[in-house]
């Protein structure tokens, strides 16, 4: 009897543990992931998401790649950067020249605090590359655990889409995770129109399509098509807010709950920034207690905007902006950092980026918050 | 032709290299060039691997730019056979010399010679007609080739105004340039923000292009292809503005020349005004009155007015539909259903929208 009853314990924890880890299993979020060669045709855009998961916004192929870069042990500072020439060094690492390469994005995975480059170079191939120090390195994009879902077009619900229409391309414009969604903006090469897409993650079929109105001071009109540049969530008041800014350069606050598939919303313009500029990159940090926003930009210095402003700001701007190049709405500062082609926060005291200087150098920097 | 020189320090390796490149750079297959002990391989016309024989420990091998003294390029090396290869991750670049080296030691150059495929040529810069309404939403340029994926197009375009006699800058310029995926056709859109009316870009800067004035479009002849490869010469459009175009195209109001029973004589849509050259190529669809799907094609007409119909049977004697796509645009991005400037807030109160217009008609 006690043999019988010490074999029946043993089943039962055996079937106990099996249960656990199939439901640890179940959770993983790499559960779904195919290993093999992703066919990726193009790196415009990239994001992390948890677990050292890299997303990929491959235009090219209309298509969000989900890779498992395996890049999980924590650190909690990245590496210092100072490096004069570093197009020259991407080029050289790539045996080319700074003519003949481009670099998309720049993203610092936020649990090894590495730095990761899209670069492409003249005939189109796409490179994934990573600081190690101040040494680059390649990180292959075949052989690789991953999973994709392709842009599809919005369907209207009274289309006749029984017959075959071209897929439109979608110029992913710019890309980020956020509690178990990939957002998406993104630019039609061919109507003048834009998106904006949640898609859940683990990837499924389902991709919601939020239509957003902006209003432009001075326009008098609301306006859906207008592209967004660069976006960022952020939290006010224990609430999420995509904050989108647009070529030219309004800057505006959408509840993130309210953005649903075929649900139309309208976001509320907390500044204008001034004409003549698009937004590049947008971070948020912490300092001394309070949260800040930085948003670089491609024809003005970085711009620092303090949360608790922005939440103060109450205003939707419907004022006309009547002055060439003037901004109105939220406060923000000027930073010393002129033609910031690439920025990420590299951790949580330091961001990085990549400076074109006044002498034409490119170099890739860290820099304390302390001192933005 | 690709060099290879012999480099004193490396006595046992004696190179004596003859590269053919022109015959196979043309062939889609991999092919390796051979060339005494040093081989180069190619795959789709590109470079890439190199290899020498070599039997000691390869770890301290590098490839490098010709000069660089720091960076090595990136890529993976094997040795088996008593020969030492390395594959860049990306091709070795066209025209550039490379060196290998042990160390400090220089162990031997090589320079990649330039691919002698044909130029590219610019086909078509749509719209194909010169005369263009002051709101003109976009163009397209189509070439024969994939071009170039890095460097700013607009560095390769200067819009000169005529009238003014003055170079002026009138397209958005965009980070993430649109291009089609085979990466041989760019979307140029004229800067939306200055043609709608009062939004900030208009009201500082005007619309892009004025009414009454000519335009040159200059293409330069220094854009490349992907492989390196500058246009065969530059290229040239006139432009000539008129007034604004403030109406949808109307598709109950386009002309419709329908074909006798019997024969294959297209039939033609004509809309009487320049529409979109891509979206015409995609936006029709003809199906019997019961819905079923005919079998043919649409053509685009002359100046993108019209399109064709040419079916692959004989017109029946029966009730045909023709279905449009709504985001069908017109030359100032006016569609089916709106117009490109409008009040969003008085058009979501007027006509109801359908992604789907359609024409129907009968052939006797």
């Keep these: 009897m006690k043999k019988l009853l010490f074999w029946a314990s043993m089943c039962a924890l055996l079937l106990l543990s099996v249960s656990a880890s199939t439901s640890i299993t179940g959770n993983n979020l790499t559960d779904d992931f195919v290993f093999g060669d992703p066919e990726i045709a193009s790196i415009g855009e990239l994001t992390f998401g948890p677990e050292g998961i890299l997303f990929i916004g491959d235009t090219k192929n209309a298509t969000i790649f989900a890779i498992d ?7 909690d500072t990245g590496d210092e950067m100072n ?18 390469i481009k670099i998309n994005d720049m993203v610092v995975n936020p649990i090894s605090k590495t730095i990761y480059l899209a670069v492409t170079v003249t005939d189109g191939t796409p490179v994934l590359l990573k600081m190690n120090g101040e040494k680059l390195e390649n990180v292959p994009l075949q052989g690789v655990s991953y999973s994709k879902i392709a842009l599809q077009d919005p369907v209207n619900a009274d289309a006749i889409d029984k017959w075959e229409r071209p897929l439109r391309v979608w110029a ?12 998406v903006s993104g630019l039609s090469n061919k109507e003048f129109g834009s998106t904006f897409r949640s898609i859940p993650f683990p990837f499924t079929d389902a991709q919601d399509y939020a239509s957003l109105e902006v209003w432009h001071a001075a326009h008098g009109k609301f306006e859906t098509h207008a592209p967004i540049k660069a976006f960022d969530i952020i939290n006010l008041d224990n609430k999420d807010y995509l ?8 800057l505006v606050l959408f509840p993130l709950d309210e953005l649903k598939g075929g649900v139309h919303t309208k976001g509320r313009t907390v500044a204008e920034l001034g004409a003549g500029n698009s937004p590049v990159d947008m971070i948020s940090y912490v300092k001394e207690g309070k949260k800040y926003f930085l948003m670089s930009n491609n ?3 970085v711009m620092r905007f303090k949360y608790e402003t922005i939440a103060n700001f109450k205003d939707t701007m419907t004022e006309t902006v009547n002055e060439p190049f003037v901004s109105r709405g939220v406060a923000y500062d000027n930073l010393p950092f002129p033609y910031v082609l690439q920025m990420d926060r590299l951790d949580e005291g330091n961001v990085v980026y990549i400076q074109r200087t006044a002498d034409g150098d490119m170099t890739i920097r860290t820099r304390t918050t302390k001192w933005m | 032709m690709d060099v290879i020189r012999p480099i004193k320090s490396l006595k046992k390796i004696k190179y004596s290299l ?20 040093f081989e180069l391989s190619y795959q789709d016309g590109k470079a890439v691997a190199f290899s020498i024989p070599w039997e000691q420990d390869s770890a301290a091998l590098q490839v490098f730019l010709s000069g660089e003294g720091e960076t090595p390029v ?7 056979d008593g020969r030492y290869t390395f594959k860049p991750i990306v091709p070795f670049l066209a025209g550039q010399t490379y060196e290998l080296r042990k160390k400090n030691e220089l162990l031997a150059t090589f320079t990649v010679e330039h691919k002698r495929g044909p130029a590219p040529e610019l086909l078509a810069i749509y719209p194909s007609r010169d005369t263009v309404p002051e709101n003109l939403l976009k163009i397209y340029l189509q070439f024969s080739q994939p071009m170039q994926e890095v460097g700013e197009v607009l560095n390769f375009i200067n819009v000169h105004d005529l009238t003014k006699a ?3 800058s009138v397209f958005l310029k965009l980070e993430s340039e649109l291009w089609n995926k085979t990466h041989d056709r760019l979307t140029l859109w004229l800067d939306p923000g200055r043609i709608k009316t009062d939004l900030i870009p208009n009201r500082e800067q005007g619309l892009p292009l004025n009414d009454g004035h000519s335009y040159t479009i200059h293409i330069s002849d220094q854009w490349k292809n992907a492989q390196g490869i500058p246009l065969s010469k530059a290229y040239e459009k006139q432009l000539y503005v008129v007034g604004r175009d403030s109406k949808k195209p109307n598709v109950e109001a386009a002309e419709l020349e329908v074909p006798k029973s019997g024969t294959k004589t297209p039939l033609r849509l004509d809309f009487k005004e320049a529409m979109d050259a891509v979206l015409m190529r995609e936006s029709f669809h003809l199906q019997s009155g019961e819905g079923i799907k005919v079998g043919g094609e649409f053509t685009v007409g002359p100046r993108e007015e019209s399109v064709y119909f040419i079916p692959l049977k004989a017109w029946k004697k029966r009730d045909y539909e023709i279905l449009i796509d709504a985001k069908l645009e017109d030359l100032a991005g006016n569609n089916l259903n709106n117009l490109f400037d409008t009040n969003l807030e008085e058009q979501l109160k007027s006509n109801p929208k359908t992604s789907i217009k359609s024409r129907t008609f009968t052939i006797d």
């Design chain 2, 74 to 80: 990136l890529g993976t090396q094997t040795t088996g």
């Design chain 1, 243 to 250: 904050m989108a800014s647009y070529t030219c350069t309004p």
């Design chain 1, 299 to 301: 024809n003005r210095p």
């Design chain 2, 166 to 168: 003055e170079d002026v």
């Design chain 1, 172 to 183: 992913i414009s710019d890309l980020k995770y956020h509690k178990g969604k990939v957002l």
């Design chain 1, 69 to 75: 870069t395996k890049d999980v042990t924590a650190r």
């Design chain 1, 83 to 100: 490096i004069k020439g570093f197009d020259d060094k991407v080029a050289a690492a790539l045996g080319s020249t700074v003519e003949n």
């Design chain 2, 18 to 37: 003859v590269f053919f490149c022109a015959l196979l750079l043309s062939i889609q297959c991999k092919r390796q060039k051979k060339g005494g002990d």
